[in-house]
T-cell receptor, first 114, second 115 residues
Framework: NAGVTQTPKFQVLKTGQSMTLQCAQDMNHNSMYWYRQDPGMGLRLIYY???????DKGEVPNGYNVSRLNKREFSLRLESAAPSQTSVYFC?????????????FGPGTRLTVT | GDSVTQMEGPVTLSEEAFLTINCTYT??????LFWYVQYPGEGLQLLLK?????DKGSNKGFEATYRKETTSFHLEKGSVQVSDSAVYFC??????????????FGKGITLSVRP
């Protein structure tokens, strides 16, 4: 069991470039999430998907798009990267539909936009 | 809306010292409460959780008790080790949002333990 995997681990982009962050989980979880982590800000939810075929905005969705490709995969796309999107991005998944279920996190993608 | 407040950091302790990290919350109904830990260069991993009032979560020598009367879930450890140096996040999961349930995180606190 690999759990939650993310690619790439590191990325440097120039302003205006686009890229897609990949996330996959092998735990047969229904719900998946994308967060960003910035110093002093904790984790902020970008987008989430409660089940295959559905996606919803979180706290900070501007400048991002997501695709729930299938039950395993949930990708995050930056169409035109900006320096404000320099951050560490984490993908997570959750097995149950209630608030008592914990989330499982991937190792993160460290993105720098110059 | 739901919110989680953690004490300000960072915290620096000597090995074998007693640790308390405060966490309070605001939520409707009866949320579940979590502590996550993030070691340097890694993702978050669940440390412990409690799903109802007066429950005590425990793991790796850490404990936290769900106190509904004070809306708190403080993390404690009797004797910290250098290997406990990490960032600790308190989080809340609200059962009333069903399939769209999300975790609400505190800002995290960095713990450094010196030998």
């Amino acid at each position: 069991n690999a759990g939650v995997t993310q690619t790439p681990k590191f990325q440097v982009l120039k302003t205006g470039q686009s890229m897609t962050l990949q996330c996959a989980q092998d735990m047969n979880h229904n719900s998946m999430y994308w967060y960003r982590q910035d110093p002093g800000m904790g984790l902020r939810l970008i987008y989430y998907s409660a089940s295959e075929g559905t996606t919803d905005k979180g706290e900070v969705p501007n400048g991002y798009n997501v695709s729930r490709l299938n039950k395993r995969e949930f990708s995050l796309r930056l169409e035109s990267a900006a320096p404000s999107q320099t951050s560490v991005y984490f993908c997570a998944s959750k097995g149950g539909s209630g608030g008592a279920y914990e989330q499982y996190f991937g190792p993160g993608t460290r993105l720098t936009v110059t | 809306g739901d919110s989680v407040t953690q004490m300000e950091g960072p915290v620096t302790l000597s090995e074998e010292a007693f640790l308390t990290i405060n966490c309070t919350y605001t939520a409707t109904g009866y949320p579940s409460l979590f502590w996550y830990v993030q070691y340097p260069g890694e993702g978050l991993q669940l440390l412990l959780k409690a799903t109802k009032a007066d429950d005590k979560g425990s793991n790796k020598g850490f404990e936290a008790t769900y106190r509904k009367e004070t809306t708190s879930f403080h993390l404690e450890k009797g004797s910290v080790q250098v290997s406990d140096s990490a960032v600790y996040f308190c989080a809340l999961g609200n059962p009333y949002t069903g399939a769209n349930s999300k975790l609400t995180f505190g800002k995290g606190i960095t713990l450094s333990v010196r030998p």
